[in-house]
């Protein structure tokens, strides 16, 4: 059963037929999964102010109903240092085709991982888990399941990886909290349930896992036409 705050994003999504990345991570903080401190800047001095209160370095993105896939246009640029050079980019994102709006965000590191989900046609909802980032494409080490997901089904992906030493502690590394990582994948499993009559896919990539918990960075969700 949607919860009714989830059900008003989602309706008021449908005519662009995907959800903005702001409105994606409010679903997913109602739904209990651990999001990034952002804010929705629809005007410089608010961007300003969220940056100042949470401080620097933070990652702005820009927020357009026709700007999908932000990398390709330069819409997302991280580690801002200063007030100057956030002005800088809030401004050029105001030139962007459709512009609604400047996500601001506080910056995040650990082992970045990609989750998604989509429903096939024949075989329902099915989650995936795998190496993300910008390297996602190259590596392709991913693990699929069907969902609803059991802790065990968990348990089985992560040791799918090819590189899942990395979530283990490599080369001295601190190994990812493991428990923040099954309770964000069944937290997502459950979403994906209750979503599965309204989606296309949903995509979090990257994921990123340190020894505290696991934070969604970034996300898309696409809507049933």
């Known amino acids: 059963m949607l919860k009714h705050d989830i059900a008003d994003i989602l309706k008021r999504s449908s005519e662009q037929g995907w959800v903005m990345e702001p409105d994606a991570k409010s679903i997913f903080s109602i739904a209990g999964i651990d999001v990034p401190r952002f804010t929705w800047a629809k005007d410089l001095d608010s961007a300003l102010s969220f940056a100042d209160r949470i401080g620097y370095p933070v990652v702005a993105k820009i ?124 937290s997502f499993s459950e979403l994906v349930m209750d979503l599965a009559e309204t989606i296309e896919s949903i995509d979090l990539n990257p994921v990123f896992c340190s020894a505290t918990g696991c934070t969604v960075a970034d996300a898309r969700i696409m809507l049933k036409r």
């Open 63 to 186: 927020v357009s109903p026709e700007v999908i896939h932000k990398s390709d246009v330069g819409g997302v640029v991280p580690n801002i240092l200063d007030a100057g050079r956030l002005t800088e980019v809030f401004n050029s994102f105001s030139r962007m085709k459709g512009f609604a709006g400047v996500l601001v965000e506080e910056m995040l590191t650990g082992v970045e991982l990609i989750v998604g989900a989509k429903v096939d046609y024949q075989f329902g909802p099915v989650m995936l888990l795998g190496i993300g980032g910008t390297s996602v494409e190259i590596y392709r080490d991913t693990s699929l399941r069907m969902v609803p997901l059991r802790a065990s089904d968990i348990d089985s992906m992560i040791g799918d990886l090819k590189a899942h030493q990395l979530l283990e502690g490599y080369r001295g590394s601190e190994p990812v909290n493991k428990e923040a990582l099954r309770r964000m994948l069944l």
